[in-house]
Structures are given as C-alpha cells and as structure tokens.
C-alpha cells in the first residue's frame, strides 16, 4: 500500500512538458505506484473510436459519437521516474475503491457555444475503462466533433478527467482522552433579605413561583 505523503512529481518528454505523479510503498521502499494519466482506449493497436454521420427523414445531416477511455501509466514516464529517483525495483498497482470519469465538450448553439459534461461509472479494475456515446443534432454538431479530434494536436475545448478513489495508508497517531463521568454540581448562594449569608436554596429544578415562595431555605451546617 502506497504512502501519500511520499509524493513526487516526475517530468517527461521531448522538453519536459509533461509531468506524472508518483508515491513510494509504505514498508516496501523500492516499490513505487504511478498515477496513471487518461487516453482513448487501444485495443490491437487502434483506439476504440467510432463517428457515424447520417441522414434524418427529414433530410438533415446528424451523427453519433461512442469512444472508450482509461488509464495508462506511459512508459516514458516509468523510464524518467527510474532514471531520477534511483533503485525503483518495480511498479505496484493500486486498490481502487470507487470513481468517476467525466468527458467535457463544446457544442454550438445559435451564435454561442455551450459547454456540456457527461459522467461515467469505470470499471474500477484493470484500466478503468468508461464508455461514452453523445449524440449531435445538426451538421455543426458533427463539424464540431469532426475537428476535435483530427486537429494537429493542439488544445483542444474536449477534456476527459477521472477522479478515483483508492486504498491508501496515513501516518499513525496517539491521542489521550481525559473523561470525568461526574463533575461537580454548582452551588448557588444567596444574600439577600430573609436569607441567611451562606444558606444554599433548596434544589427545586421546576423554579415555578409557588413552589419557592413556599419553601424555606435549609441552611447549611
């Protein structure tokens, strides 16, 4: 099980312009866990990836999108982590306990775009593959979807994000708790008229006023 507190930021890449969080073992020292970076899912070689385009009866142009994504840790990444941190004897697997996975898109609406998000339940095992399928109304729809994702790879307004829950281990405590199961009682004392200095009235919880205009005070020995 892996130590939060351990974590590192490692970069790759032609420039250093990518980065991967990695955690050590809490007894295993030389076993690290490497968060794992989202991608569309391959499978033989090609991404799980499909955008159909068609005709309505009525004569419009509309299309479905449905794709797969996951989790992978890169291998460039892994070979960076063992280069700078040294002595990495292998690569443990986290314990996934629950998560989500959200796919965020723009689509054109009149003369505005809005932004919208769907949200899928991963397998929670393996790669935590979550599939996803959106709908497009129009032909603008489609372009848009179209030119997302066969850009020359600049940013694009598309983001798939999970957010997972996984089993982990804190540091441990020590707490000392003090419990006085009978404090003491406060003891009113009057000096007014009719009472003796020193006297404790008579312990009537009600305090109605017939009640403690009718009692006298017990004076105290």
Avoid: H
Wanted: charged share 20%.
């Amino acid at each position: 099980m892996f130590d939060i507190t351990t974590a590192r930021t490692i970069t790759y890449g032609a420039q250093d312009n990518l980065s991967v969080t990695v955690f050590r073992d809490r007894t295993e020292t030389n076993i690290w866990y490497m968060a794992p970076v989202p991608r569309l899912r391959i499978q033989a070689g090609q991404p799980v990836f499909a955008l159909t385009k068609y005709k309505s009866a009525a004569g419009g142009v509309a299309g479905v999108c449905s794709f797969e994504v996951e989790l992978f840790a890169p291998e460039e990444a892994r070979q960076a982590a063992e280069a700078k941190i040294g002595g990495i004897a292998g690569w443990g697997q986290f314990t996934w306990v629950s998560g989500d996975a959200f796919f965020t898109y723009e689509l054109p609406e009149g003369d505005k775009t809005v932004s919208r998000t769907m949200v899928q339940t991963p397998s929670l095992f393996g790669s935590n593959v979550a599939y996803f399928q959106v709908e497009l109304a129009d032909d603008a729809a489609l372009n848009t979807f179209v030119n997302a994702f066969t850009g020359p790879g600049t940013l694009s307004p598309f983001l798939i994000q999970y957010q997972m829950g996984v089993l982990t281990q804190l540091l441990g405590c020590a707490a000392t708790v003090i419990y006085n199961p009978r404090p003491p009682s406060p003891t009113r004392r009057s000096t007014r008229a009719g009472r003796t200095p020193g006297a404790t009235r008579s312990r009537c919880w009600s305090r109605c006023a017939r009640c403690c205009r009718n009692r006298a005070p017990a004076t105290s020995r």
